[in-house]
């Protein structure tokens, strides 16, 4: 750390680098129990393999905030730093949603293939990291390139009813990835092997300084991007950076104490964010995801989108209204009851499927209820009571509505919730805010 750097500075570096390395740090806390910690319950299998899970979330997957439970997942971790990787995808019939979400260890969603990107007829593409510069190998339909040496792409795979099952494992079969060399038939590269480290839990990567050595490692694995060199040289000043001498054992009093209080003005502007302009809509969730070109250095909606939930989608492939209120503007409880209602004509505008998801909060996990139902989609639109005019109200509360009305109930907990809505593959009517989604009232 450079001595002249003054307390003050100390605390703004440490709240703006905080702000910076959040997803980087979390998406490495969750890539380690998913593809290192073969203890961890949520283990998944080795690098550079797909890993395919024949079933929706439920609440005993608490890996990753916010997860969906509409379409089955396959995941793979992608260590590029040896050579790339081929991914191979099956034909899948017309009119069954799927995609590839390729993520990079920024947290940027850098590539799509899938039923709106590529369609549905299948291919071959080659994924590489920052060190490979060869050309497209013959075969192949798509070079698709990743700014840092992991990756991660997660597959979603949609499930039209639990009867549908062995439909999406045999879809999830043919999802295969495997080395360049293996491909075109030459010796495989490798990698200096790793010494990777335990990352902190969700409650220390709040308040622990060692946040901090956790994002040097990361950062390790992260080239510089050309815009950000004057950024990150300010990291370095504090000693922050693939290179840096972070160690919060050996600061002196006042510094860690700057540091602490860095961390915590960057969870506090996150809060103000929250309140005034993602609870408004003044900010969507939209705008939380995509490429680094398009969220434009702006590391407070990059924070945002992997505190509310990580891995969320550019726009054009699925939106997220939050509902996280009710009409008067107060926080949904399942102390009350609430219904929302769908005019008719006014269900979600897609052009695949939607659905409205339950998350008790603050943990932002599925929701265990005695019906074993974490969401209300349109699969299941067959299923539900329309109302007299042929809209649709649901029902949203902790204790059954009674006989009759349970086809449309949404189970609560019995404390704090807020609901997501999906709209995968969303219409033009969906992205440009003609279409409005309904409000929570209270009952």
């Given at each position: 750390?450079?001595?002249?750097?003054?307390?003050?500075?100390?605390?703004?570096?440490?709240?703006?680098?905080?702000t910076?390395?959040?997803?980087?740090?979390?998406?490495?806390?969750?890539?380690?129990?998913?593809?290192?910690?073969?203890?961890?319950?949520?283990?998944?299998?080795d690098?550079?393999?797909?890993?395919?899970?024949?079933?929706?979330?439920?609440?005993?997957?608490?890996?990753?905030?916010?997860?969906?439970?509409?379409t089955?997942?396959?995941?793979?971790?992608?260590?590029?730093?040896?050579?790339?990787?081929?991914?191979?995808?099956?034909?899948?019939?017309?009119g069954?949603?799927?995609?590839?979400?390729?993520?990079?260890?920024?947290?940027?969603?850098?590539?799509?293939?899938?039923?709106?990107?590529?369609?549905?007829?299948?291919?071959?593409?080659?994924?590489?990291?920052?060190g490979?510069?060869?050309?497209?190998?013959?075969?192949?339909?798509e070079?698709?390139?990743?700014?840092?040496?992991?990756?991660?792409v997660?597959?979603?795979?949609?499930?039209?009813a639990?009867?549908?099952?062995?439909?999406?494992?045999?879809?999830?079969?043919?999802?295969?990835?495997?080395?360049?060399?293996?491909?075109?038939?030459?010796?495989?590269?490798?990698?200096?092997?790793?010494?990777?480290?335990?990352?902190?839990?969700?409650?220390?990567?709040?308040?622990?300084?060692?946040?901090?050595?956790?994002?040097?490692?990361?950062?390790?694995?992260?080239?510089?991007?050309?815009?950000?060199?004057?950024?990150?040289?300010?990291?370095?000043?504090?000693?922050?950076?693939?290179?840096?001498?972070?160690?919060?054992?050996?600061?002196?009093?006042?510094?860690?104490?700057?540091?602490?209080?860095?961390?915590?003005?960057a969870?506090?502007?996150?809060?103000?964010?929250?309140?005034?302009?993602?609870?408004?809509?003044?900010?969507?969730?939209?705008?939380?995801?995509?490429?680094?070109?398009?969220?434009?250095?702006?590391?407070?909606?990059?924070?945002?989108?992997?505190?509310?939930?990580?891995?969320?989608?550019?726009?054009?492939?699925?939106?997220?209204?939050?509902?996280?209120?009710?009409?008067?503007?107060?926080?949904?409880?399942?102390?009350?009851?609430?219904?929302?209602?769908?005019?008719?004509?006014?269900?979600?505008?897609?052009?695949?499927f939607?659905?409205?998801?339950?998350?008790?909060?603050?943990?932002?996990?599925?929701?265990?209820?005695?019906?074993?139902?974490?969401?209300?989609?349109?699969?299941?639109?067959?299923?539900l009571?329309?109302?007299?005019?042929?809209?649709?109200?649901?029902?949203?509360?902790?204790?059954s509505?009674?006989?009759?009305?349970?086809?449309?109930?949404l189970?609560?907990?019995?404390?704090?919730?807020?609901?997501?809505?999906?709209?995968?593959?969303?219409?033009?009517?969906?992205?440009?805010?003609?279409?409005?989604?309904?409000?929570?009232?209270?009952?």
């Open positions: 750390m450079t001595a002249n750097v003054s307390g003050l500075s100390v605390r703004e570096i440490a709240k703006e680098a905080y910076y390395g959040f997803p980087m740090v979390d998406n490495y806390r969750i890539q380690h129990s998913y593809f290192i910690d073969k203890n961890n319950p949520q283990y998944k299998g690098w550079n393999q797909t890993h395919s899970i024949a079933r929706v979330f439920t609440p005993a997957d608490t890996t990753i905030q916010t997860p969906n439970s509409d089955p997942y396959t995941m793979l971790g992608a260590d590029l730093r040896a050579e790339p990787l081929v991914l191979t995808v099956p034909p899948i019939e017309a069954r949603y799927y995609s590839l979400q390729f993520v990079d260890g920024y947290t940027y969603d850098y590539a799509y293939v899938g039923s709106r990107t590529t369609g549905n007829a299948g291919g071959k593409y080659l994924l590489a990291g920052p490979w510069n060869g050309d497209k190998p013959q075969g192949i339909d070079v698709i390139r990743s700014a840092t040496d992991f990756s991660f997660i597959y979603r795979t949609q499930l039209f639990p009867a549908d099952i062995d439909n999406v494992t045999r879809i999830q079969a043919g999802y295969t990835a495997e080395p360049l060399s293996a491909f075109e038939g030459k010796s495989a590269a490798t990698a200096t092997p790793t010494d990777f480290i335990t990352p902190l839990t969700p409650d220390e990567q709040k308040t622990s300084p060692k946040f901090f050595q956790i994002l040097n490692f990361v950062l390790k694995f992260a080239p510089v991007l050309p815009d950000e060199k004057e950024l990150r040289d300010r990291f370095a000043t504090i000693g922050i950076g693939p290179d840096g001498h972070f160690d919060p054992d050996t600061m002196s009093k006042e510094t860690l104490h700057a540091v602490k209080d860095g961390m915590a003005d969870w506090a502007e996150l809060t103000t964010f929250q309140k005034e302009k993602l609870n408004t809509g003044r900010v969507t969730s939209g705008q939380l995801f995509g490429t680094h070109a398009e969220l434009k250095n702006n590391y407070l909606y990059r924070m945002a989108g992997s505190v509310l939930g990580i891995y969320g989608n550019v726009a054009a492939e699925a939106m997220y209204p939050v509902i996280a209120t009710d009409s008067s503007g107060a926080p949904l409880t399942g102390a009350g009851t609430y219904t929302l209602r769908f005019g008719p004509g006014q269900l979600p505008p897609v052009n695949s939607w659905s409205i998801t339950m998350y008790k909060m603050p943990e932002s996990l599925l929701v265990a209820n005695s019906i074993d139902r974490y969401l209300i989609n349109s699969p299941m639109l067959p299923s009571v329309p109302d007299p005019d042929g809209g649709y109200t649901i029902h949203i509360q902790n204790r509505p009674g006989i009759g009305y349970e086809s449309n109930w189970p609560a907990p019995e404390g704090p919730f807020q609901m997501i809505l999906r709209l995968y593959w969303p219409t033009e009517e969906a992205l440009n805010g003609t279409w409005n989604g309904p409000q929570a009232v209270r009952s």
